[in-house]
T-cell receptor, first 116, second 114 residues
Framework: EPEVTQTPSHQVTQMGQEVILRCVPISNHLYFYWYRQILGQKVEFLVSFYNNEISEKSEIFDDQFSVERPDGSNFTLKIRSTKLEDSAMYFC??????????????FGEGSWLTVV | DQQVKQNSPSLSVQEGRISILNCDYTNSMFDYFLWYKKYPAEGPTFLISISSIKDKNEDGRFTVFLNKSAKHLSLHIVPSQPGDSAVYFCAATISNFGNEKLTFGTGTRLTIIP
C-alpha cells in the first residue's frame, strides 16, 4: 500500500537553529499537509498546500515556518529559528482529493523534533 | 477552543466485547468525520469515516454512528481484539473541494484486556 514517508524520524537541535523536515507524499496525491502533536496533546493542523501554494495555515504557522515543494516528489517544512516549544512530533500528510468523496488523509510516521 | 472533544481519556474493554468510543463536536459546519488509530511514535492510521448525510457507516468490525442533532459520533469496535489497543482520535472537517483540514479530538486510549 502506498505510504507517506518522512525523514528524519528523530532530530535533536539547538534552540535558534534551522530545521528542515522532509516528506515524500503518496505519488498521485494533490493535497499536502503538515500537522504536529506536542507530547500529551492533540494533533494540530499547521498548514495545507495545493497547486504549489499554501491553501490555509493555522495561527501556529507563523513567520518562522515555511513549506516548499522543491521538486515533483518532496514536500518540506522548514523552521527557521527553533524554539523550545517547537519540540513535537511533526506529521506530513497527503490526500488525493475531496474527503467527502470517500478519500482520506494519509499520514506519515512522523518526525520527532527535540529542541534543546 | 476545543471544537472536537473526546471526554474519555482512557477506556478498558475485555477481549471479545464491544468497545465504544465517543466524540462530541461544537462546530455545526463540520460535515465529514473520521476516526484514526494511533500507536506510540507512529502516524495516525485512518479507520473509518462518515459524511453528515449519513447516520451510520460500517466497515468490518468498525461502525461509526453520527447523531447530528446531538453533535455526537461514536465508534463501535466489535469484537474487540488485543491489536485494537491504541489511542483513537476522532477528527472533523468542513468539505472544501479537497483542501480540508482536520480538527482532531484529544484522543481516547483504548486498552483491550485479554
Amino acid at each position: 500500500e502506498p505510504e507517506v514517508t518522512q525523514t528524519p524520524s528523530h532530530q535533536v537541535t539547538q534552540m535558534g537553529q534551522e530545521v528542515i523536515l522532509r516528506c515524500v507524499p503518496i505519488s498521485n496525491h494533490l493535497y499536502f499537509y503538515w500537522y504536529r502533536q506536542i507530547l500529551g496533546q492533540k494533533v494540530e493542523f499547521l498548514v495545507s498546500f495545493y497547486n504549489n501554494e499554501i491553501s490555509e495555515k493555522s495561527e501556529i504557522f507563523d513567520d518562522q515556518f515555511s513549506v516548499e515543494r522543491p521538486d515533483g516528489s518532496n514536500f518540506t517544512l522548514k523552521i527557521r529559528s527553533t524554539k523550545l516549544e517547537d519540540s513535537a512530533m511533526y506529521f506530513c500528510a497527503s490526500s488525493e482529493s475531496q474527503l467527502s468523496s470517500g478519500n482520506t488523509i494519509y499520514f506519515g510516521e512522523g518526525s520527532w523534533l527535540t529542541v534543546v | 477552543d476545543q471544537q472536537v472533544k473526546q471526554n474519555s481519556p482512557s477506556l478498558s474493554v475485555q477481549e471479545g466485547r464491544i468497545s465504544i468510543l465517543n466524540c462530541d463536536y461544537t462546530n455545526s459546519m463540520f460535515d465529514y468525520f473520521l476516526w484514526y488509530k494511533k500507536y506510540p511514535a507512529e502516524g495516525p492510521t485512518f479507520l473509518i469515516s462518515i459524511s453528515s448525510i449519513k447516520d451510520k457507516n460500517e466497515d468490518g468490525r468498525f461502525t461509526v454512528f453520527l447523531n447530528k442533532s446531538a453533535k455526537h459520533l461514536s465508534l463501535h469496535i466489535v469484537p474487540s481484539q488485543p491489536g485494537d489497543s491504541a489511542v483513537y482520535f476522532c477528527a472533523a472537517t468542513i468539505s472544501n473541494f479537497g483542501n480540508e483540514k482536520l480538527t482532531f479530538g484529544t484522543g481516547t486510549r483504548l486498552t483491550i484486556i485479554p
